[in-house]
């Protein structure tokens, strides 16, 4: 009935977090990997806030999707309280009940994917950093 409004929730807070992170960013971080003096290669990190907004993505997308299906079924409507399950007092327990169970789970799901996400974008981001440093030297 409503569970896309706690993924929708946690994407407000994160895209608000996201920002206040990217205003307080420096320029990205940069290893530069030498042999011999020169310069062979150069890794650039990610930032942080771009990787929340993986995060944001995923959450935002699949809250309009939910909704989208929402809407489909009537349970969304365009007039006021704008959630058919509001105005019947038992439905609005029903709804509570919903949010509470499907849409958490919905959105602690959505950020255990995005930490998997991280865990191998460090992997990938680690590895190309020794296989650069194990590249031979030209000479």
């Keep these: 009935m409503a569970c896309f409004l706690v993924p929708a929730a946690e994407a ?26 020169s310069t062979v290669t150069e890794a650039v990190k990610t930032p942080f806030s ?14 309009a999707l939910l909704a989208f299906e929402h809407v489909w079924h009537g349970e ?13 007092p038992s439905d609005a327990a029903e709804m509570l009940h919903e949010m509470s169970t499907a849409g958490v789970t919905m959105a602690v799901l959505v950020t255990v994917v995005w930490c998997g996400m991280l865990a191998v974008s460090n992997v990938i981001e680690n590895r ?9 030297s030209s000479k």
């Design 12 to 37: 407000v807070i994160t895209t608000v977090a996201s920002k206040v992170m990217q205003s307080k960013e420096s320029a990205p971080e940069t290893v530069h990997i030498s042999l011999d003096g």
């Design 50 to 63: 771009k990787k929340l907004k993986w995060l944001n993505n995923l959450l935002w997308g699949g809250s």
């Design 76 to 88: 969304v409507v365009p007039w006021f309280p704008f959630l058919s399950a509001a105005s019947n």
């Design 128 to 136: 190309a950093v020794k296989s650069a440093a194990l590249l031979p």
